[in-house]
């Protein structure tokens, strides 16, 4: 008898307990079954998995690591796409969108506001040498950004040339790296004009998030309206129907001349730690529920709907 659970979530930070509860409410509101897979249970989860003795209609990724393809999370995620399992989002379409490197060509190409950008794979970084025209193209100071990495990890912000590659790949030694001019938000009512976009199965949620301190705020009505901040809702919509996405985070800054910029494209595993549980960067409690009851709904779609 193989037991069968309606959504399985993958997740590893006992910090985001409200965001789990309110999943796990909102899954029994819907009359759907859930299973947390926490480190502890993810070894025992994924044999079971491959023995046939359970089986989850939806799976929602809120942890495995991309760049290391033998990560037991990331084997889990994959498996249980082959498998059948309804994966929030597939894994070759998360990476593709969560790659940087592979998605900022296709952001170019559909006329999406990116910074000015050079890509230096990762056969490169040890003897990448810029010219006069691209120092001139990047501007001084510029950013370094590995590809696939996350949390400001190899994210160098003050770099003036190819001498400072080697520290961003001290802290994140894979894959390919970006190197973007730096832009700096506009100042709207004394904060930088710079936000972060959630979107979920077709839902937006819009908050100011301070590039600085990591405080988030959500954006008033009044606001989106003043500032035309509308355009950030747009902009997530594009992002989805580019990249197949269902559930992502982007930042975007605003500039001096008013031009909406995407500054982190996509983030699939999203940062939802409450900010009732931790005021400095913890994300408005309102917008962590609202993501967490929209998550089981379209969980709830996609067991309805044929395959």
Request: proline share 6%; aromatic share 10%.
């Amino acid at each position: 008898m193989t037991r069968v659970y309606d959504l399985a979530m993958t997740h590893r930070l006992d910090a985001d307990d409200f965001f789990i509860h309110r999943v796990q409410q909102h899954c029994a509101e819907q009359g759907l079954n859930f299973f947390l897979i926490e480190p502890l249970w993810v070894n025992a989860f994924l044999a079971a998995l491959e023995s046939g003795a359970l089986w989850s209609r939806v799976l929602l990724n809120l942890h495995s690591e991309h760049h290391l393809p033998e990560e037991i999370f990331h084997r889990l995620v994959r498996r249980c796409h082959e498998r059948g399992v309804a994966v929030i989002d597939p894994p070759d379409v998360a990476l593709a969108a969560f790659d940087k490197a592979r998605l900022h060509p296709r952001l170019v190409a559909a006329g999406l506001p990116v910074p000015p950008t050079l890509l230096v794979g990762a056969a490169e970084r040890a003897h990448r040498r810029l010219t006069d025209a691209e120092r001139s193209f990047l501007g001084s100071p510029f950013v370094i950004k590995p590809a696939l990495g996350y949390g400001k990890r190899g994210v160098i912000l003050d770099a003036t040339s190819e001498a400072d590659l080697p520290r961003s790949t001290a802290q994140w030694p894979e894959g390919d790296l970006l190197l973007q001019r730096l832009i700096t938000p506009l100042q709207l009512g004394g904060e930088p004009a710079y936000f972060r976009v959630y979107f979920a199965f077709g839902h937006t949620w819009l908050c100011w998030w301070n590039c600085f301190t990591d405080h988030y705020r959500v954006v008033r009505a009044t606001e989106e309206a003043e500032f035309g901040l509308g355009a950030l809702r747009e902009l997530a919509r594009r992002l989805a129907d580019l990249t197949g996405m269902r559930f992502f985070s982007s930042e975007v800054a605003l500039t001096g001349s008013k031009e909406f910029v995407l500054i982190d494209y996509v983030n699939d595993q999203c940062h939802l730690l409450c900010q009732s549980a931790d005021p400095r960067i913890g994300v408005p409690d309102a917008v962590v529920a609202g993501i967490a009851r929209r998550l089981v709904e379209g969980a709830a779609s996609l067991i309805r709907s044929p395959r």
